[in-house]
């Protein structure tokens, strides 16, 4: 976001805080459901998406019902010669789109995987303006249902959580999905941490992010606290890969040694100098997710 309508925004927030704290946090979650990426547009991101845009031409499309609107589909599949009959799922990032999982598209169909990914709400082709991690893990498992079963999950940053609660299915959604592997890049545990941190970037006071967190529970049907990626991972029985930089400056590298440690299941494999976004389109990366998906369970990077 730019700096001059981020000052406007805390300058409101806090304004609002101080005068009427029930209403602004309500109006701060509208915002904070709404996908904006706070690096603002970037050439970089411009060109992912028109290469994106390029690669994704190839796939099937598909249009897939979803609550009142649609979600935004691509399958690709391997060559013939290569096809395991598995599929995988690719869940983006925030303020993202299908198109910046590319390099996993072309890492696991080379590896002979079928791979679905999708547009989550409110981001790319799909429809709606607001969403959070359990109204994408309903859209997962709508696109589940249609080009599924999937095999494996992937789930970058914001994308992990929205695999995890899709996996976990406890009320408000109404089902859970299985799958045999899943892999997490660069994903957050504890979501209240990142209540916590658009709070202070937003300018929040602590009745309105008390108000705040209050609507998140009421629509989550759980408290804040317990929205702990960790804690659904700890109890799914399934080889479960976290790959994270320990240079992260969006979800620290502590989130996902909290990831680690949740259950006997789960490998860490760090990776040096990439960053949050970097890491997306790191060969080496995408090389240990297919290996891991393939049935290794402890991938390694090469030396």
Same mark, same amino acid.
């Given at each position: ?59 099937? $499309? ?98 992990? $959580?929205?695999?995890?609660?899709? !996996? ?90 909290? !990831? ?13 100098? !990439? ?29």
């Amino acid at each position: 976001m730019k700096r001059l309508a981020l000052t406007a925004m805390r300058t409101g927030f806090q304004l609002g805080s101080a005068v009427a704290p029930r209403t602004t946090g309500r109006i701060a979650l509208g915002l904070f459901r709404r996908p904006f990426d706070p690096m603002g547009p970037n050439p970089r991101k411009a060109q992912v998406i028109e290469t994106g845009r390029a690669r994704f031409a190839a796939a099937e $499309s598909h249009r897939i019902r979803y609550g009142s609107g649609h979600v935004q589909a691509y399958r690709f599949l391997p060559d013939p010669a290569l096809d395991r009959g598995q599929t995988i799922g690719l869940v983006h990032g925030w303020a993202n789109q299908a198109y910046f999982m590319r390099a996993f598209v072309d890492g696991l169909t080379a590896a002979g995987f079928r791979v679905v990914a999708l547009d989550l709400p409110a981001h790319g082709d799909s429809t709606g303006r607001e969403t959070d991690p359990l109204d994408g893990a309903r859209a997962l498992q709508a696109v589940a249902a249609a080009l599924g079963p999937f095999d494996g999950l992937v789930g970058y940053s914001f994308g992990g $959580s929205v695999t995890a609660f899709a !996996l976990e299915g406890r009320r408000p959604l109404t089902a859970s999905l299985a799958v045999k592997r899943l892999a997490l890049v660069s994903a957050p545990d504890a979501i209240v941490d990142i209540t916590r941190r658009f709070g202070a970037m937003t300018g929040l006071g602590k009745a309105a992010q008390s108000a705040f967190e209050q609507v998140l529970t009421r629509r989550s049907g759980r408290s804040v606290d317990e929205l702990n990626v960790s804690r659904i991972i700890g109890k799914l029985d399934l080889p479960i890969l976290v790959v994270h930089a320990r240079d992260d400056r969006e979800i620290p590298f502590s989130d996902a040694e909290a !990831l680690a440690r949740a259950s006997a299941t789960t490998r860490l494999l760090p990776v040096d100098g !990439l960053g949050h976004r970097r890491i997306l389109y790191a060969p080496e990366v995408v090389s240990a997710v297919a290996a891991f998906m393939q049935g290794l369970e402890n991938p390694r990077f090469p030396q």
